[in-house]
Structure formats: structure tokens, C-alpha cells
């Protein structure tokens, strides 16, 4: 029998970022498996339809701070929404100033050097181009150098600036992640990262001491201040994520009566669903309200469906009536630190199958980097055999 793997993606996909997750499942399955996808955020997907006129303005919120275990994803989670966040504390983190030997170059003079005539090898410039940041990379060394963050934190460089090289290649990258929304995982950052750091001679990616003590208050006054000053961008950004579950909520009918065209599209035998957030939710409603011969298996990542059961929000179940019998093996993927991820062994016992893994990145950047996670890959391989 032939068998075809649809993916239904999640909340606030829309055309690039649909196209890019769906290169990289597809790169990601065995060579050979039918792959097609159900691309529902073109006609189901939720608008601003009056422009955002329904948006006030708002007070800064407060949320729980990271654990000291983790200061390096909390700096991540920072650097992703202000990449110069670590440029600008750099300029108290010096000592009294350095007696320099006869004829030595000032060091901020030297770094700004170093880091204006900058050229990444081979091995970097084809890591960047697999994660699609290639041309992102070049054009945020161009803004560092060009900011006055750079600037005031170049003057207070030692004559061996490990700490400064370290926060210019988290500040590149971070900038150009931003620009390009790429949803890579945090072991391919990392390597990114670890790579540059040795390029300028930083020497290790670790975040120094005079960073990881005021990290957790600064970087919360951070963040807060600087959504609470972009309002209307935040909701640019936030608004077709949450507004497609509210709008699923609502009227789901037209993404079920999707998934299942994908299905019958595929024209397989044996089609394994393969969905990530929102999709999940939508694929179990479908799955429970009747039985589809074609799907005998589901792979839900990052999805909230076990959660909304568990409160009586979802649409197909109300607990605690159970799963039907015709419902297909189901294998849920969740990351601990993706907060839109829940688990469903203890809420459909015997049911569904729930795999741990790590993406290596804060939220809400771990809700968007499973794709290139390997132990996903794994998973989903050994389900699929």
C-alpha cells in the first residue's frame, strides 16, 4: 500500500513561513516518502479585517523570570527581541583603564577594526546559507558597526576583548534571525554562534559573570519596556497567531473541511497526519468526530489539543468521555520550555504517545524550532516505521 505523510501547519503560518516549514520536513523525511501539505492560512487564517482599529494601548505585563540554570536562553530570549541588549550593559562592564605597552593600538580602536574588516570562512558562510542567513548575516555586521551600541561598548574593551567579541557575534546573529524569522533550533544557533565567537577569537560561547548577575532584573525592564513602546507591531506580529485559534474557536469547520481534502488529495492508502499547534487541534476534532479510513497515523508537535480537552474547550470531546475507538495511534511531540505544548498520555491513557524533546531555545522561539530538531525526526521515524 502506498502511504503519504500531509502536514497541517499551526497558528500564523502564512505564505514564506509556510513555504520555509515545509522545505524542511520534507528535507528531514527518508528519501522517496509522498509528502504534500494542507496550506489552510491562505483562506482560513485570521485577519485585522477593519485594519487594527479594535487595538488600544496597554500596560507593560509581568511574567515569571528564568531560572539561573538557564541565563543563557534568558539572554536569547532577550537578544531576540533587542539584539543590542548585551552591546549597551557592556558599557559598564569595564575596569580601570589599561596601561598600554608603546605604540600598542587602543583596543577599542583595534576591535572596531577587527570587527569592520571582518570576513566569515567557508565553513560559516555554508553553515549560514543551510540556515538561510547568508545574506541577513552580512547586513547586520553592516547595523552593528554602523550603531552607536557598538561604539559606546568598543570603549570599554580590554586589551584582549573575549567578553565583547562574544556579544558581537551574539548581536549579529540575533539581528539577523530577527530580520529573516528564521526558526532554526538551538543547537544550530549555537554552532553558528560558537563558530563566529572562534572566527573573532572569543574563545567559548558562555556568557561572562558581569552579565549573569543583573541579566534576570535588566533584561525583564528590558522586554517590558520595549513591547509596551511597540504595541502596534507586537500586534502586527502576535495577531495571526492568536487570532487563528480564536477564529478556529469560532469557525473551525473550514480547516477540518481542509485537512480532510489534503487527505483525500494525497490519494494514498495510508496517510500519516503530521501537524504542529493550532493543526493538532484541528486534526483531532476531525479525527474524533468520524472516522477517516485513509489516516491510521497522527503526529501532533507543539500542540495544545490535550490541554483544551482537559478544560472542555474542545470542540469535538468533552471530558471525560474518551477517545472513539476508530481514532488512529497518536504520537504527541512536546518541548518543556513551549509553553503552547502539552502533553496527552494522562489525559487519553493508553491513547497517545508523548516524546520529550529539546529545542534549545526560549520561548516562543522552541514553539517554531522542532523542525530542525533530530530527536524529533527520530521520533516521528521509529512511529512512522
Keep these: 500500500m502506498s502511504r503519504a505523510v500531509v502536514f ?5 503560518v502564512r505564505g514564506e513561513s509556510y513555504a520555509r516549514s515545509f522545505a524542511r520536513i520534507k528535507a528531514a523525511l527518508p528519501g522517496g516518502t509522498q509528502f504534500s501539505g494542507c496550506f489552510w492560512g491562505a483562506t482560513e487564517g485570521a485577519r485585522l479585517s477593519a485594519g487594527g482599529v479594535s487595538v488600544p494601548r496597554y500596560d507593560s505585563t509581568r511574567g515569571e523570570r528564568d531560572a539561573a540554570a538557564e541565563e543563557e ?25 589599561e596601561n598600554l605597552p608603546p605604540g600598542a593600538v587602543p583596543p577599542a580602536v583595534a576591535l572596531r577594526a577587527q570587527v569592520e574588516g571582518f570576513t566569515p570562512s567557508d565553513p560559516l558562510r555554508t553553515e549560514l546559507a543551510a540556515a538561510g542567513l547568508e545574506q541577513a548575516f552580512g547586513e547586520a555586521l553592516t547595523a552593528l558597526v ?33 530580520a529573516t524569522a528564521c526558526a532554526i533550533d538551538g543547537e544550530t544557533r549555537d554552532a553558528l554562534v560558537e563558530r563566529l565567537i572562534d572566527e573573532l577569537h572569543g574563545y567559548g560561547r558562555g556568557i561572562g559573570d558581569w552579565l549573569a548577575r543583573p541579566l534576570k532584573g535588566i533584561a525583564a525592564r528590558t522586554v517590558t519596556s520595549l513591547v509596551g513602546r511597540r504595541r502596534g507591531s507586537v500586534t502586527d506580529a502576535v495577531s495571526p497567531a492568536a487570532g487563528d ?10 480547516i477540518r473541511d481542509a485537512i480532510r481534502q489534503a487527505v483525500t488529495d494525497s490519494g494514498a492508502a495510508e496517510v500519516a497526519l503530521l501537524a504542529h499547534s ?9 479525527l474524533v468526530s468520524g472516522k477517516i479510513p485513509e489516516v491510521d497515523r497522527l503526529v501532533t508537535v507543539g500542540s495544545q489539543a490535550p490541554f483544551l480537552y482537559e478544560i472542555g474547550a474542545l470542540a469535538s470531546l468533552e471530558p471525560p468521555d474518551p477517545l472513539p475507538g476508530h481514532f488512529p495511534s497518536w504520537l504527541n511531540i512536546y518541548d518543556p520550555r513551549d509553553f503552547l505544548g502539552y502533553v496527552g498520555q494522562e489525559v487519553f491513557p493508553g ?14 522561539q522552541a514553539h517554531s524550532a522542532y523542525w530542525d530538531n533530530r530527536a524529533v525526526w527520530a521520533a516521528v521515524g521509529e512511529f512512522l516505521a
Design 73 to 97: 536562553l534568558a539572554l536569547w530570549a532577550v537578544l531576540y527581541t533587542d539584539p543590542w541588549y548585551e552591546l549597551r550593559l557592556l558599557r559598564y562592564a569595564g575596569d580601570e583603564a
Design 245 to 254: 485559534i480564536l477564529r478556529y474557536q469560532a469557525r473551525g469547520a473550514g
Design 351 to 364: 491513547r497517545v504517545t508523548d516524546v520529550e524533546v529539546d529545542n534549545r531555545q526560549p520561548f516562543p
Design 278 to 286: 493550532l493543526g493538532g487541534i484541528a486534526c483531532v476534532d476531525l
Design 8 to 12: 497541517v501547519h499551526g497558528t500564523g
Design 146 to 178: 554602523a550603531s552607536p551600541e557598538f561604539d559606546d561598548a568598543a570603549e570599554t574593551a580590554a586589551l584582549d576583548p573575549v567578553e565583547h567579541r562574544k556579544a558581537v557575534a551574539r548581536a549579529v546573529l540575533a539581528h539577523a534571525l530577527v
